[in-house]
């Protein structure tokens, strides 16, 4: 129930004290949300800081996440055995994150990164429906046929594939929107129709957008900056 996510129920029973008493200490400004005083019976996520009195009582969780420009040619891969994978390349300040989703060793562009487990887990169900924009270059030249059949879909292992959006930008580049996670998917799709990829870059997930970020640059992100 939505009242067990506001300050008084929570002072009440981290206080042991009756909800009057919890709403009378905000009305006399004595408690703190995120390092401000409050005066209202305001929701809390796990993610702030409630002080009353000024005593702590409840810490955020210290969950961060950051935008990484994937470099060409590194496995998206946390196994130290395997050459040119991930962990190795990430700055310290990064070490202990883990990304969300994954870009193939010849594909580059925005990961997300994040020690946030609850988040990771709901991003990558399939009904997240999150989108990935993606700019393509390919071998052969793009038609408004090839870009039809994108939209469309393509059968994959015996699933349909399909963008949610495509246009063309060149004779040989596009730019496609995705909701579904298959592996590999844009590459397949393009062979199915008759195209290879030479270049592949993730520009967007859900609200991040990669900008003018170069390779291996990272970026700090609010977990309201995603979605």
Request: with cysteine; glycine share 6%.
């Amino acid at each position: 129930m939505s009242f067990r996510n506001r300050l008084t129920y929570f002072l009440a029973h981290q206080l042991h004290i009756s909800h009057v008493q919890a709403r009378q200490m905000l009305s006399e400004g004595r408690v703190k949300l995120n390092g401000k005083i409050t005066l209202h019976n305001e929701k809390y996520t796990p993610y702030c800081e409630i002080k009353a009195d000024d005593t702590v009582l409840s810490k955020a969780h210290l969950f961060a996440y950051a935008m990484y420009y994937k470099p060409r040619g590194i496995e998206c891969t946390f196994n130290l055995t395997i050459p040119n994978n991930l962990a190795s390349q990430l700055p310290d300040n990064l070490k202990g994150m883990y990304h969300v989703g994954r870009l193939d060793k010849n594909s580059e562009g925005l990961l997300l990164l994040t020690n946030d487990g609850n988040l990771h887990n709901k991003l990558m169900l399939p009904e997240a429906h999150m989108e990935k924009i993606y700019v393509v270059e390919t071998e052969e030249p793009i038609n408004t046929d090839f870009i039809w059949g994108m939209k469309n879909g393509v059968e994959l292992s015996g699933k349909m594939a399909f963008a949610k959006d495509a246009e063309i930008i060149s004779d040989h580049s596009f730019r496609i929107v995705l909701t579904q996670g298959m592996n590999r998917q844009i590459r397949r799709m393009c062979f199915k129709l008759g195209n290879y990829v030479t270049k592949l870059t993730r520009i967007q997930l859900g609200k991040l957008e990669l900008g003018n970020m170069q390779p291996a640059q990272y970026r700090w992100v609010k977990r309201e900056d995603i979605f």
